[in-house]
């Protein structure tokens, strides 16, 4: 059965599918010693398939693994600012991985990561249902009916943010812990959110993603989900 180019690399491990589309269209694919040059190209697999001249790597059994990320650390393979990497602070041992989605500079909590690039981004996707829960503490006066303006989605700066669940916690002086749960997890979006509200984050941790925990990691630790546990997960969602 054939499929996009794109996602045939991306199930490699090489990259992500949005990375593959863009080696494509840089013309460094060949399939059959042919410059490809359309992400909309179908291979079958078995092609004599080359990045930059270079066969891909045989495709290794799909793996998931949860990881803390810290404060401080770009979510990206390499940062044009000179900026440290979650990837380049990952313990050794482990193979070339990709996030799926990500968390900003100031953020920490639960990151997954994962060799598969189709995978990747099939979790990324919020029509998968899957929620992203976090602990936030914020500076301000909470106002329950602007924290209900958020409850059905609303638009900022021609943005639209779908609906978010927030339960207010404990508050010390000015400052109070919220739980946020949303599905999309578009750039910044719960300090985008609190902003709009009159609220400013001063902590935000992620501490779920779909069913996954972040539970008693350890800041910059990473824990491997087991295959059972990943098949129980996502078989019905993704072909493992």
Request: charged share 25%; hydrophobic share 35%; aromatic share 6%.
């Amino acid at each position: 059965m054939s499929e996009r180019l794109a996602k045939f690399i991306a199930r490699s491990g090489v990259c992500s599918r949005r990375e593959a589309e863009d080696l494509i269209l840089q013309k460094r694919i060949t399939v059959n010693g042919e410059v490809i040059v359309s992400p909309a190209f179908n291979v079958d697999g078995n092609e004599k398939i080359l990045l930059d001249g270079e066969r891909l790597p045989e495709k290794e059994t799909t793996r998931l693994w949860l990881y803390y990320k810290p404060i401080g650390l770009v979510t990206t393979h390499k940062d044009t600012n000179g900026r440290p990497t979650v990837f380049e602070n990952l313990p050794k041992g482990l193979p070339r991985v990709i996030s799926v989605g990500r968390l900003d500079l100031n953020s920490e909590g639960l990151l997954l990561l994962t060799n598969n690039g189709e995978l990747s981004r099939m979790l990324e996707l919020p029509q998968n249902g899957w929620s992203r829960r976090y602990k936030v503490k914020v500076h301000g006066q909470i106002k329950q009916n602007k924290i209900n303006s958020l409850t059905k989605g609303i638009i900022i700066d021609g943005i639209s943010y779908g609906p978010v669940k927030i339960t207010v916690g404990e508050t010390q002086n000015t400052n109070t812990w919220l739980t946020i749960t949303l599905q999309e997890g578009k750039n910044r979006e719960i300090r985008r959110l609190m902003n709009y509200i009159g609220l400013e984050v001063a902590r935000l941790i992620r501490l779920s993603y779909g069913p996954f925990q972040l539970g008693n990691l350890q800041k910059g630790e990473v824990r491997e989900i087991s295959q059972k546990v990943l098949k129980e997960q996502l078989g019905e969602k993704f072909k493992l």
